[in-house]
T-cell receptor
Framework: KAGVTQTPRYLIKTRGQQVTLSCSPISGHRSVSWYQQTPGQGLQFLFEYFSETQRNKGNFPGRFSGRQFSNSRSEMNVSTLELGDSALYLC???????????????FGPGTRLTVL | KQEVTQIPAALSVPEGENLVLNCSFTDSAIYNLQWFRQDPGKGLTSLLLIQSSQREQTSGRLNASLDKSSGRSTLYIAASQPGDSATYLC??????????FGAGTILRVKS
């Protein structure tokens, strides 16, 4: 079974631009979560999507948004990029999440975003 | 608000040594606790998942315990090898598949 895939793996953008990152979960997984990892703040939760609905959101500004498609693939968008948005962006997928049984999260390799 | 702390921040040990990594959390109302490994510049690899109703999980040379009442988890690595060198992260899970991570323990196993 293929793991979580993220594209692109590396991105270089300039301040003020916008960027879209993509995440394809493990086949059969319906929940996708996004995280930002920086040396200063560590790993921080951005948001989670289940069945095309955002169920949970972290403490990030509205410039960070996401969506999930009917095939469970998810995209994350950052508008008006700032230097501080430079980070490794990770997505994770989980088999379920609509019931009280919580399953293991599996992470993709990440997208390294550099903002100049 | 959940806070997860990992001690020590860094650890250097000779090959073959048994070691313990510590994780503490402030809110015991967790769904589960997961231990991950991260190699430099890479994503996270799941090592062990302990459901909130469980006390421990084992996989090969790894054993993780969970004490919800005291807000603690430990990851025990037996007979460490140079290939175990990585950053180890623990994370508690809240509603909506939200993981709250500790800052990690950087492990170096010397040959």
């Amino acid at each position: 079974k293929a793991g979580v895939t993220q594209t692109p793996r590396y991105l270089i953008k300039t301040r003020g631009q916008q960027v879209t990152l993509s995440c394809s979960p493990i086949s059969g997984h319906r929940s996708v979560s996004w995280y930002q990892q920086t040396p200063g703040q560590g790993l921080q939760f951005l948001f989670e999507y289940f069945s095309e609905t955002q169920r949970n959101k972290g403490n990030f500004p509205g410039r960070f948004s996401g969506r999930q498609f009917s095939n469970s693939r998810s995209e994350m968008n950052v508008s008006t990029l700032e230097l501080g948005d430079s980070a490794l962006y990770l997505c994770a997928s989980t088999q379920r999440g609509g019931d009280r049984v919580i399953h293991e999260q599996f992470f993709g390799p990440g997208t390294r975003l550099t903002v100049l | 608000k959940q806070e997860v702390t990992q001690i020590p921040a860094a650890l250097s040990v000779p090959e073959g040594e048994n070691l313990v990594l510590n994780c503490s959390f402030t809110d015991s109302a967790i769904y589960n606790l997961q231990w991950f490994r991260q190699d430099p510049g890479k994503g996270l690899t799941s090592l062990l998942l302990i459901q909130s109703s469980q006390r421990e999980q084992t996989s090969g040379r790894l054993n993780a315990s969970l004490d919800k009442s005291s807000g603690r988890s430990t990851l025990y690595i037996a007979a460490s090898q140079p290939g175990d060198s990585a950053t180890y992260l623990c994370a508690t899970m809240e509603y909506g598949n939200k993981l709250v991570f500790g800052a990690g323990t950087i492990l170096r196993v010397k040959s």
